[in-house]
């Protein structure tokens, strides 16, 4: 039986819930989830669940050549660096940040952030979200 | 991410003869227009055999790349399609495709045979007509052209399928690294923008002295028809707008018609043929997804620290750097991470023009991607051509002062993938 990992992953975004694997070695969360860790060169992981809780460490403002449509239907958006308080960094689109309010939200980073989950075609995918206190 | 190692190769490999077609758009030169395929890489690699002083008859092996047969080309063998071209049709090949860092890829492919002792002369080429693309059931010649709207949705073929395009985390290639550069020097937005406009100056300075360069209109003349008198002041201005948050309309790469191609063979028998060889010292090579943070400063970390612990050189010993700088800020930020400019100092360099092809710490004295071109996957074998020419001393306008014996290139792309050469010119 070969182990589904993809799958499972959306199955669990359709549920809120955001799964990723550990390294059974080094204790490293590989995410998103893959058989392997990319952090020491184990072979074996197992299933874990993340809060969707962390910060924003850096912003970049989307512009005509790297600009999503699809994204501003949901609302102004950046692209950056999420640091999740599992200890996971990835790239990623985070939603609450106007062209108007990035320049002061930019020299607040790290800014806290969660996930949210959106239906596109299909499926669930996950983003994040700017915490409402920070941006009240 | 998990680092790794490259060992000495089992004999040394030198390059012995280049060749290109040089970088324009088929379409706007009749001379051009109606090229194929074939055309283009049979000329390159004709070019190079005639450099090296060699038949086809007398090459051995051959590699072809592009970086996706498929979208410009409709061919999933493209190596079979262009093998007679040049006279090799029934020896040995084999294609592959690395996106953008295909020309590099295509370097290491050749030099691994050679140095394994499997074959003694190899050719490793690639071609790539990437301002147009084919037509079902029409011959080769006849091309329709690409437009952005067919571009933009197949640039997603570099992302993770499985996670990266649906979780949105592919799209920050292009400013990451200089916003990282920013935050961490305390440049303004301003400073950085002065930076990367200068950069943008220096490079079309340099491909206008370039015959193989694309754009070699200098932006003396294009302020002077948008109604500036200073060329600095026209790249601040709308007549190029920010396409990104840094990256202006000249700190893109533009799409290129083009084809190059290297020969090589074992450093002992290079000496037999017309040119001045360049020994391959060694390449360092790392690649991550998009998705993870700062990929492209990851891996040119890791690649170039392979490459110095092989060839045991350190930045100093290094005369001349190319940059695959389809992104222009890539070639500031890759330059310093490389060591061959100082951490935090080298914009200073850029502004001063110490890394323009006439000054004392030249980068792509070809004028880099923004201004020489982008043939996807040949631009990292026309950085090679051009790196070899700097080293023999045959680059003729834009010959560097320092009279460069070893030369690094920062190769590059696809998704992404560093492949790091150290050439050097052997005495
Ligand atoms: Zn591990």
């Keep these: 039986m070969i182990e589904k990992i993809v799958a499972p992953f959306y199955e669990g975004l359709e549920h809120h819930k955001i799964l990723a694997r550990k390294c059974k070695e080094c204790g490293a969360i590989e995410f998103p989830p893959r058989y392997a860790c990319n952090a020491c060169g184990y072979h074996e992981t197992e299933w874990v669940e993340l809060s969707g809780k962390g910060k924003l460490t850096t912003m970049i403002t989307p512009a005509t050549l790297n600009s999503d449509p699809w994204n501003a239907k949901i609302g102004p958006y950046c692209y950056g660096i999420v640091e999740l308080e599992e200890g996971v960094r990835i790239n990623s689109t985070v939603f609450g940040v106007t062209k108007k309010k990035a320049k002061t939200l930019r020299n607040q980073l790290p800014l806290p952030v969660h996930a949210i989950f959106a239906e596109r075609d299909g499926y669930t995918t996950l983003f994040f979200q700017i915490d409402e206190d920070v941006l009240a | ?427």
């Design chain 2, 1 to 427: 991410m998990v680092s790794g190692r490259v060992g000495k190769y089992q004999r040394s490999v030198s390059i012995i003869g280049v060749g290109m077609v040089p970088f324009c758009d088929m379409a706007d030169h009749p001379e051009m227009e109606g090229l194929t395929e074939g055309e283009f890489f049979g000329t390159a690699a004709l070019n190079a055999m005639a450099d090296a002083g060699l038949e086809p008859r007398d090459v051995e092996f051959f590699y072809h790349g592009n970086a996706n047969p498929k979208f410009h080309n409709d061919a999933a063998t493209p190596n079979m399609q262009v093998a007679q071209w040049f006279g090799m049709g029934g020896k040995g090949s084999a294609h592959h495709s690395e996106a953008c860092c295909t020309g590099y890829v295509a370097l290491q492919e050749a030099v691994l045979d050679v140095a394994s002792g499997a074959h003694d002369i190899v050719l490793s080429g690639c071609a790539e007509l990437a301002c147009g693309l084919p037509i079902k059931g029409k011959p080769a010649h006849i091309r329709k052209r690409l437009l952005l709207e067919d571009l933009i949705p197949d640039l997603e073929a570099i992302m993770d399928r499985a996670y990266t395009r649906a979780l949105g985390g592919g799209h920050i290639g292009q400013d990451d690294w200089i916003d990282l550069y920013r935050t961490t020097y305390g440049l303004t937005d301003e400073q950085v923008d002065e930076v990367l406009n200068t950069m943008s100056y220096h490079g079309r300075r340099a491909a206008v002295l370039n015959p193989m360069a694309m754009h070699r209109t200098p932006f003396e003349e294009l302020a002077k028809e948008a109604g500036y008198d200073d060329p600095m002041e026209y790249l601040r201005s709308p007549f190029n707008p920010k396409t990104t948050q840094y990256l202006r309309v000249t700190g893109n790469a533009t799409n290129a018609d083009g084809a190059a191609c290297v020969i090589v063979c074992p450093t002992e028998m290079a000496h037999k043929f017309r040119k001045k060889p360049i020994e391959v010292l060694g390449i360092g090579s790392s690649s991550l997804e998009l998705m993870v943070p700062h990929n492209e400063m990851e891996i040119t970390k890791e690649a170039a620290r392979q490459v110095y612990e092989v060839t045991g050189l350190t930045p100093d010993d290094i005369d001349l750097l190319f940059v695959n700088d389809f992104v222009l800020a890539s070639q500031l930020c890759a330059a310093e991470e490389v060591g061959y400019l100082p951490r935090g100092e080298g914009w200073k360099w850029m502004l001063e023009g110490r890394c323009a092809f006439d000054g004392d710490r030249p980068i792509n004295p070809h004028g880099g991607r923004t201004s020489y071109g982008h043939a996807f996957g040949v631009s990292g074998m026309a950085d090679i051509y051009e790196a070899v020419l700097q080293l023999r001393g045959e680059a003729g306008a834009i010959q560097v002062k320092n009279h460069p014996k070893t030369a690094m290139l920062r190769g590059f792309g696809g998704g992404q993938n560093c492949c790091i050469p150290i050439l050097k010119a052997v005495d």
